[in-house]
């Protein structure tokens, strides 16, 4: 099993930033994280997806302004969120895969076994 602990959310104004971290901890190899959220009344989205060798992909909307990254001694994934706009407001959900699946893939079905809790990012105009 694989235990996801999301931190560092919180209320900022349009145009702020926040960074996000979720510590994994457990037996498995994790192959793949991903960040995905879910806004009030819509369906969770692939925010951005990172593997074992470094392949990153975001969805266009977030494309320069957030950066994904991991941390593979302390076993932290951070998503470091810059310009943040309302639309970005949702509950963000730090997830993990032991599967291989290339991140393109994860990031367009977020078929991740493993979820954390979630944090709530909320920005406001």
């Known amino acids: 099993q694989v235990q996801l602990v999301e931190s560092g959310g919180g209320s900022v104004q349009a145009g702020g930033s926040l960074r996000l971290s979720c510590a994994a901890s457990?037996?498995?190899?994790?192959?793949?994280m991903g960040w995905i959220r879910q806004a009030p009344g819509k369906e969770r989205e692939g925010v951005a997806t990172?593997?074992?060798?470094?392949?990153?992909n975001y969805i266009d909307s977030v494309k320069g302004r957030f950066t994904i990254s991991q941390d593979n001694v302390k076993k932290t994934l951070y998503l470091q969120m810059n310009s943040l706009q309302p639309e970005d407001t949702g509950m963000y959900y730090c997830?993990?895969?032991?599967?291989?699946?290339?991140?393109?893939?994860?990031?367009?079905?977020?078929?991740?076994?493993?979820w954390g809790q979630g944090t709530q990012v909320t920005v406001s105009s």
């Open positions: 990172i593997d074992e060798n470094g392949s990153i």
């Open positions: 997830a993990a895969s032991s599967s291989g699946a290339a991140s393109s893939w994860l990031l367009r079905t977020k078929a991740f076994p493993y």
């Open positions: 457990g037996y498995i190899r994790i192959r793949s």
